[in-house]
C-alpha cells in the first residue's frame, strides 16, 4: 500500500512557474515507477510525466516537454515537477501515481496508488 499526498499547486500567470510536490508513505517509495497526470473540466486525465524508481530516465508528453521537469528523492520518498513557462492550457487537476511498470508507460490503468490532485490554474 501506498499513500500519496500532493501539494504545491495554485495561481500563476502564463508564463510563471509553480514546483508541485508527492510525498508517499511505506518502505516501498523507491521501487515504483511515479508518475504525474492531469485532468481539465471535461477532459479526460491525460499523462504528463514518468520517472523510473532510480530516477535515472524520465518521459514526457510532447504538450510538456522542455517545460516540465519530473525528478526524485528516494530518501525524503517524495517526487516532483517542476513546471515552467506555464500556459492557459496547462490548467487542470495534477494527481502522483505509482505503480509497478515502465517509466515509458502513459495508461492510466498501469499505476496502482493514486493522490487526491492539486489545483493548478494558469491566467491568461
Known amino acids: 500500500q501506498v499513500l500519496l499526498v500532493e501539494s504545491g499547486g495554485g495561481l500563476v500567470q502564463t508564463g510563471g512557474s509553480l514546483r508541485l510536490s508527492c510525498a508517499a508513505s511505506?518502505?516501498?517509495?523507491?521501487?515504483?515507477?511515479m508518475g504525474w497526470f492531469r485532468q481539465a473540466p471535461g477532459k479526460e486525465r491525460e499523462f504528463v510525466a514518468a520517472?523510473?524508481?532510480?530516477?535515472?530516465?524520465?518521459y514526457y508528453p510532447d504538450s510538456v516537454k522542455g517545460r516540465f521537469t519530473i525528478s526524485r528523492d528516494n530518501a525524503k520518498n517524495t517526487m516532483y515537477l517542476q513546471m515552467n513557462t506555464l500556459k492557459p492550457e496547462d490548467t487542470a487537476v495534477y494527481y502522483c501515481?505509482?505503480?509497478?511498470?515502465?517509466?515509458?508507460?502513459?495508461?492510466?490503468?498501469?499505476?496502482?496508488?493514486w493522490g487526491q490532485g492539486t489545483q493548478v490554474t494558469v491566467s491568461s
Open positions: 501515481a505509482a505503480g509497478r511498470t515502465s517509466y515509458y508507460s502513459t495508461a492510466r490503468s498501469d499505476y496502482n496508488y
Open positions: 511505506g518502505r516501498t517509495f523507491s521501487t515504483y515507477t
Open positions: 520517472i523510473n524508481w532510480s530516477g535515472s530516465n524520465t
